[in-house]
């Protein structure tokens, strides 16, 4: 009789020590089952941002290049106009002083015609490391 109450308590605690590990130890692998799903619907929504960024700043390239061109076009055309309907304007013609030659590349040159680079500092000592004079 002894070995059947060993084996009832024995069964009963079996029962109690699995019990508690499913309930203990599901719990886990649920939260850990959604977790993971979070994680992989995360990384989805950022794929498909980037994407989208990607999709917008390249349509925003191109509409760039297509304002730049439409602008070349409506600059080649007012200086066309204005040397053909004021032709003794030719000193004071308003677009006179705009004259874009495009490169190969595509970009303007910004620089004067002169060939000194911009100067950007004064004539004379600032005084800032001049020892001062005590009087």
């Known amino acids: 009789m002894t070995w059947e109450y060993a084996l009832i308590i024995g069964l009963v605690a079996g029962l109690i020590i699995g019990a508690l590990a499913m309930r203990f130890g599901n719990r886990k692998l649920r ?19 980037r994407q989208e960024l990607v999709n917008h700043f390249s349509h925003s390239a191109e509409l760039l290049e297509k304002m730049a061109q439409d602008y070349r076009q409506f600059h080649k ?29 595509g970009h303007e040159d910004t620089r004067s015609d002169t060939d000194h680079p911009p100067r950007d500092y004064s004539e004379g000592a600032s005084g800032l490391f001049r020892p001062e004079r005590k009087e």
């Open 31 to 49: 939260q850990q089952t959604a977790l993971q799903q979070e994680l992989d619907k995360s990384k989805a929504e950022l794929e498909t941002y």
């Open 77 to 105: 055309h007012m200086v066309k106009s204005s040397s053909t309907l004021l032709p003794d304007m030719a000193t004071s013609n308003p677009f006179s002083y705009l004259n874009f030659k495009p490169e190969a590349s």
